[in-house]
């Protein structure tokens, strides 16, 4: 153990058995020997110990990055940066199953959505910021006045500089690599703080970026939680130039006051109440599939998730029932199984946070059709954060339930009659991030999705994903707009050139 004022360097993210800090291109202990727990939430047990860094660590991890900024890394070109974007996502396909193995204990969710979505995502994430930055090209115009001067304006987009990145635990490598890789791709420096509840791929992903030749300090991980801890040690640090959270709505209204005094940009994705409008023409079975998939994936653990169903009348009770039997059909169970669908939620903590929603549903006079409790899960994994896939009807949209976001496998499920009452209902709410349409009337289709009030709207399917597209909500749902262009505008700042001819 590092004595006092001694960084022990390590060679490894888990050495030791403990998930370390990334500083300066090492694996490194804070002076203060803090250790968490990180938990594996289908069975309860402690996986691993983390170390939490302290302020001090916080800011040498901030003066690494600032430092890198003035080195080599400063000199490399766009192509430079996005060949070794490349690399990154080769390696880590190399080390697939590794960073599987890391998601899945981490957070219990199945081993095919870590395979299939996390790990998968995150190599795309930085294969499609590489063809992105490296084909950006710069705006420019030639300027006629009339008084018959003439001029060249052009802009050269410099990095933001040394970038906090503070990430939830739903997705933890793909929500990483979605704001690492443009921000790496455009010349910044990182520091990187992951989900207390999910440590694990951040350090693996130092290690990778070490291994394809990313300079010392342009990516650092500092592990601990938020208040008086890491996340705010870091927003706070005033060497930070610019911060990109993702997270919920509260912290992300604390990380804006945190930053407010020194004017630094911020990009927020935060939370959802996410609404689905279902028409009586659409197509029941592909409804059904794809409306299962928005509201249970990830156990419902994904900010874009579906927790409010609106459902044309004469049809309400065929969806009703319909979703009823595959919320039923969900296999939860050991996540290491090639035939478990649904895992636990993330903590215990968040189970109590869910579980009093049930108890809210149940004050409200809802029907629970399917759900509402803790299922019995046996032995080797009772002691894991599980819960029921539920599915409510006979609630008010005024009810809490309907209003405020669960984070977790439920929906709740209203009739309407007309178009129009549809799409109020839909956008009651003071959330604005993703919304989902379905209709075999495609003129409808598009009238409708254009009139939600939300960042992304998807028609006859969900989560389909065009990283080209800009990302992100308004309303209580975020500031700002990450995907294609929009990142490369967030991560770096123009200088408008205008030169006289
Ligand atoms: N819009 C999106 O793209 C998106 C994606 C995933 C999750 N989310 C939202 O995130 C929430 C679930 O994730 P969560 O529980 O990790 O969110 P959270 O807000 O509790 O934590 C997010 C991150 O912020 C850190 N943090 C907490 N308080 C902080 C503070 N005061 N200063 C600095 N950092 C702080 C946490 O340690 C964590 O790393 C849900 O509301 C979900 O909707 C949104
Ligand atoms: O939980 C929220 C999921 C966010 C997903 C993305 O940011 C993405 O798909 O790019």
Redesign the pocket.
């Known amino acids: 153990m590092a004595r006092s004022g001694e960084h022990m360097t390590m060679t490894a993210a888990f050495a030791e058995g403990i998930v370390h800090n990334f500083v300066g291109g090492r694996f490194v202990e804070p002076d203060t020997t803090s250790l968490f727990d990180n938990v594996d939430p289908a069975t309860g047990h402690v996986a691993a110990r983390v170390h939490e860094a302290d302020a001090a660590l916080v800011a040498r991890a901030v003066q690494a990055a600032r430092d890198a900024l003035g080195g080599s890394w400063s000199r490399w070109t766009t192509n430079d940066r996005t060949a070794l974007l490349r690399r990154a996502a080769d390696r880590i396909e190399e080390r697939f199953e590794e960073f599987v193995a890391a998601e899945v204990r981490d957070t219990g969710k199945p081993v095919t959505h870590a395979r299939d979505v996390d790990v998968a995502r995150a190599i795309t994430n930085l294969r499609a910021f590489a063809d992105i930055v490296g084909a950006a090209g710069q705006e420019s115009f030639l300027t006629e006045l009339p008084d018959g001067r003439r001029a060249l304006n052009y802009a050269v987009r410099k990095p933001l500089g040394v970038v906090a990145v503070?990430?939830?635990?739903?997705?933890p490598l793909l929500?990483l690599t979605w704001k690492v890789a443009p921000a790496l791709a455009c010349g910044n420096a990182v520091v990187v703080?992951?989900?207390?509840?999910t440590p694990s791929t951040a350090a693996l992903l130092a290690e990778v970026l070490r291994e394809v030749g990313l300079p010392d300090g342009v990516y650092n991980v500092v592990h601990?939680?938020?208040?008086d801890?890491?996340?705010?040690f870091?927003?706070?640090h005033p060497g930070i130039d610019g911060v990109t959270?993702?997270?919920?709505?509260?912290?992300?209204a604390?990380?804006m006051r945190?930053v407010a005094a020194r004017v630094r940009p911020v990009s927020?994705?935060?939370?959802?109440k996410n609404a689905a409008v279902v028409f009586a023409d659409a197509d029941l079975g592909a409804t059904l599939d794809g409306l299962t998939r928005s509201i249970f994936s990830n156990t419902g653990?994904?900010?874009?998730c579906t927790e409010r169903v609106y459902v044309q009348r004469p049809i309400f009770d065929d969806v009703v029932n319909g979703l009823a039997a595959r919320a039923e059909a969900l296999a939860l169970g050991d996540p290491l199984s090639e035939t478990t669908t649904t895992g636990p939620l993330?903590s215990q903590a968040?189970r109590d946070k869910v579980l009093a929603y049930f108890g809210l549903a149940e004050e409200a006079g809802a029907r629970t059709v399917v759900g509402g409790g803790v299922p019995a899960m046996g032995p080797a994994l009772d002691g894991g954060s599980w819960i029921e896939p539920t599915i409510w009807v006979g609630l008010d949209q005024r009810d809490r339930v309907m209003r405020e976001?669960v984070?977790g496998p439920v929906a709740g499920l209203i009739p309407f009659d007309s178009e129009e009452e549809a799409i109020a209902l839909a956008n009651d709410t003071e959330y604005g991030?993703a919304s989902s349409v379905w209709t075999s009337d495609l003129t409808r289709g598009h009238r409708v999705a254009q009139a939600m009030r939300v960042g992304m709207s998807w028609v006859n399917t969900w989560y389909l994903r065009d990283l080209r597209s800009p990302?992100?909500?308004m309303g209580l749902?975020?500031i700002g707009r990450e995907g294609g262009e929009a990142s490369l505008h967030f991560y770096t700042e123009p200088t408008n050139v205008c030169v006289q001819l």
């Open positions: 503070v990430v939830p635990w739903n997705l929500l703080k992951p989900s207390e509840e601990g939680f938020g208040r801890s890491a996340g705010e870091l927003t706070g959270f993702t997270g919920s709505t509260a912290t992300g604390h990380v945190t927020f994705e935060l939370g959802g653990q994904v900010c874009l993330i968040h976001e984070f991030l990302f992100g909500g749902s975020g």
